[in-house]
């Protein structure tokens, strides 16, 4: 038994010294090995590290532009916002005083020619509608030209996008994204405006900041938070690549997916961020891995000697001991881990505050319209939303009275009593300031009377709050438009809001009659962009629809009718474009480029041509003095004849009349259009005289059904003979009325029946 004891007790040590010393062997002989591998462990996880820097780094760019760009529009919309408030203020006051409108307008340009903002590089600037610089404090120089054929980088005519929104969009005013020049410099940069319309003198007031502005606001941001990390950023916008010595041979393709760089006793590691035109790295120095090695490798080959005297007691001890060492070994990676988790942390934790400052109104200190947007965003799915635009009818003339400071006071406390008043009647309802006098309530299932009911509610409990001001107590008028369309709440709200002042009620709901005028609406800015298009590509042409002398039915010239070629290849419909073109400074193009080619027609086939013009047109010494060069240069005064609709042609007497005897020394004549169908002030008729009065086809096309109209056509038709002026019938569209014109002694026929337009005339 005892032999046998001491056998197994030797074989166990023979056992465990030769595990020693296999083990003993093999740490000496893989020394050098255990320490590569050290150094190769550190180096990958280094470069784990950088990689994972320089993304959080991206992603914290790409976070912070959205963040800084909807700062950015606020701020910029609010300045505009003040500037139309104080050039309106300047007007009623001049208005108030009868200065003329040069000296009101001198007055509003030196007052906002000073703004500055976004550290001087944000300024005001004011366009006509018409396209001239009225005030651009930046480029003093091009004051007083126009910017109407002005293209950007991208080929946009900047100045007509202002227009569209400005006479188009259902509030005058909306945001514009373009190219145009840094202040100071030639050198152009995306530059993003919000633009307001100013109707009493038909500009445009606008401000904007600049790509730029964003991108250094980021840089700086994202450098100060992320310095710890050794991260920096290249500018390729302002230093080439090649001046990098360590990017030497690369392009910014080869960056885009990220590269580790071993360079000068560093590793790099880079990433092109072509949204800004960045190179974003970091990296870590040779001598700092050296440190974390030796640091590491010292450890580890310390607890492995400790472990290996201890090991000869008991094997297990070993394992143990090795565990130990390898742990404590890499309390450094450890730490450093943890550092980064702290570092991640806290980014989360400024994202999340520069989040809620975003989120938040400066002047209430109510939720703003961004959270607004987030918030409808979020629920949209899973909740019955309806919203109420809430305005303060009267708060134009309470920021006049008291001037902004007071008035962003008054904001102030109207906000929080609205706040309480809903929170008071209503927990289910949200309240933010949308921007200006302008707040909304957003409600959350809810059917369409119970909330309703709750706004009016609210609107009551606000009429009789009083606001004081010093010694002045006042009370203001709410009115307030309610959508149930979260896609377009804003605008169907903004839209309601404005119905219900024209209707002077408290409430409006947006509803299908108002959906109809937003469908105009949209529909009137597609048909302006297609005219504009037009323009440019040449697809506006000339029609001519012959006028028949009845005795013979024998074409005695052609009346030249404005069409326009869709991008299609269809014909737009006059009803829908001409409209159109006459709110907007377009028309008199349209007008011009038709008058030409029609000119050029009468040239070119010696053939007689009416052509159409509007009040504007006459009104407008310049039109004139066109239209009569263009006579004289096509030599064929005595082929045209210029028709005047009755409405237009009479509102302004005087201006026809000198028109009237301009033409009549050329040897053109004139024709009253639509006569019959407005005022039918024969009395004018005395004062100008003109050579045909076409009667207009609404009375034409019920000559043969109305016994009065055609008495009516008659007693027309026979004071024009009076006074030697040949009479036209319009719209004749078939034999009956043919028969029946001629009947009645008019002179001329035009109509479906004896031919329609084309673009041709035949030979």
């Avoid at 005519?157 to 400005?166: G, M, P, S, T």
């Avoid at 839209?495 to 947006?510: Q, T």
């Amino acid at each position: 038994m005892f032999s046998s004891t001491r056998f197994y007790t030797v074989i166990l040590w023979v056992f465990i010294i030769c595990v020693l010393a296999f083990t003993g062997f093999n740490y000496y002989f893989f020394e050098k090995e255990i320490q590569g591998a050290i150094y190769t462990t550190t180096v990958a996880e280094s470069k784990k590290k950088l990689s994972s820097t320089v993304d959080s780094a991206v992603e914290m760019s790409k976070t912070e532009e959205k963040l800084f760009v909807q700062m950015a529009k606020e701020e910029v919309k609010s300045e505009v916002e003040n500037a139309w408030a104080v050039a309106n203020a300047i007007y009623l006051f001049c208005k108030s005083r009868g200065c003329s409108k040069r000296e009101t307008a001198v007055l509003i340009r030196r007052a906002l020619s000073k703004v500055r903002f976004f550290n001087g590089e944000g300024y005001i600037f004011i366009d006509s509608v018409k396209g001239k610089v009225v005030l651009n404090p930046a480029y003093p120089e091009i004051e007083g030209k126009s910017l109407w054929n002005w293209k950007d980088l991208r080929g946009t005519y900047v100045h007509r996008k202002f227009e569209e929104i400005a006479l188009y969009s259902p509030s005058g005013e909306g945001f514009v994204s373009y190219y145009w020049y840094l202040p100071g410099s030639k050198k152009t940069d995306l530059k993003i405006s919000f633009i307001k319309y100013f109707k009493p003198l038909n500009w445009i007031i606008g401000a904007g900041f600049y790509r730029s502005y964003v991108e250094s606001k980021v840089k700086e941001h994202v450098l100060k938070t992320l310095t710890p990390f050794n991260v920096f950023i290249i500018d390729l916008d302002q230093n080439k690549i090649s001046q990098f010595d360590f990017l030497k041979g690369l392009k910014t393709s080869d960056l885009k997916d990220g590269v580790l760089i071993e360079y000068q006793n560093k590793i790099y590691y880079v990433k092109y961020f072509p949204d800004w035109n960045w190179i974003v790295g970091s990296y870590v120095t040779g001598n700092d891995l050296l440190q974390t090695v030796y640091y590491l490798k010292e450890q580890f080959l310390t607890r492995v000697n400790t472990a290996l005297g201890v090991s000869s007691i008991f094997v297990a001890l070993i394992v143990v001991a090795a565990s130990l060492g390898l742990y404590r070994s890499n309390r450094e990676l450890i730490k450093t881990v943890s550092f980064l988790r702290k570092r991640e942390k806290e980014l989360r934790s400024l994202s999340r505050r520069l989040k809620l400052t975003a989120f938040k109104d400066e002047i209430t200190g109510l939720p703003n319209r961004k959270k607004l947007l987030d918030d409808v965003n979020t629920l949209r799915t899973s909740r019955n939303l309806h919203f109420a635009l809430v305005n303060i009818r009267n708060f134009r003339d309470v920021n006049e009275l008291f001037g902004y400071e007071e008035g962003n006071t008054i904001l102030r406390e109207f906000g929080r009593e609205l706040r309480r008043v809903v929170k008071k009647k209503e927990r289910r309802c949200s309240v933010y300031r949308v921007r200006g006098d302008k707040f909304g309530v957003l409600g959350c299932d809810f059917n369409d009377a119970g909330f309703i009911d709750l706004i009016q509610r609210i609107i009551r409990n606000l009429e009789v709050k009083d606001f004081t001001v010093g010694d002045i107590s006042f009370r203001l008028d709410v009115v307030a438009g309610i959508s149930k369309n979260p896609d377009e709440f804003l605008i169907e709200s903004e839209i309601a809001e404005e119905e219900a002042k024209n209707r002077g009620v408290d409430l409006y709901v947006f509803d299908e009659e108002l959906k109809e005028k937003f469908k105009n609406l949209e529909k009137n800015v597609r048909i302006a962009t297609e005219i504009k298009k037009a323009l440019e590509e040449d697809r506006v042409i000339p029609y001519f629809q012959p006028i028949v002398e009845l005795s013979n039915l024998k074409p005695v010239k052609y009346e030249s009718l404005m069409r326009i070629v869709g991008s299609d290849g269809n014909l737009l419909n006059p009803g829908e474009f001409l409209p159109v073109a006459k709110k907007i400074s377009i028309y008199r193009k349209l007008s011009k480029v038709i008058i030409e080619k029609s000119f050029k027609v009468a040239a070119e086939k010696g053939v007689n041509i009416s052509v159409n013009l509007s009040a504007e047109d006459i009104a407008s010494s310049t039109m004139v003095d066109w239209i009569v060069a263009a006579i004289k240069h096509y030599g064929i005064a005595e082929r045209i004849c210029f028709e005047v609709v009755e409405t237009e042609a009479f509102s302004d007497i005087k201006k026809l009349e000198s028109f009237y005897f301009k033409i009549k020394e050329l040897g053109s004549s004139l024709a009253i259009d639509d006569f019959g169908s407005g005022y039918s002030n024969y009395e004018y008729l005395a004062t100008v005289k003109p050579d045909f009065i076409k009667i207009d086809g609404s009375l034409i096309t019920k000559v043969v059904t109305s016994k009065e109209i055609e008495k009516l056509v008659s007693h027309i038709v026979q004071f024009a003979k009076d006074l030697e002026i040949k009479t036209v019938a319009e719209f004749v569209s078939s034999e009956e009325i043919l028969n029946k014109v001629k009947e009645i002694g008019v002179d001329y026929g035009q109509g479906f029946y004896l031919g329609k337009p084309s673009p041709e005339i035949p030979d």
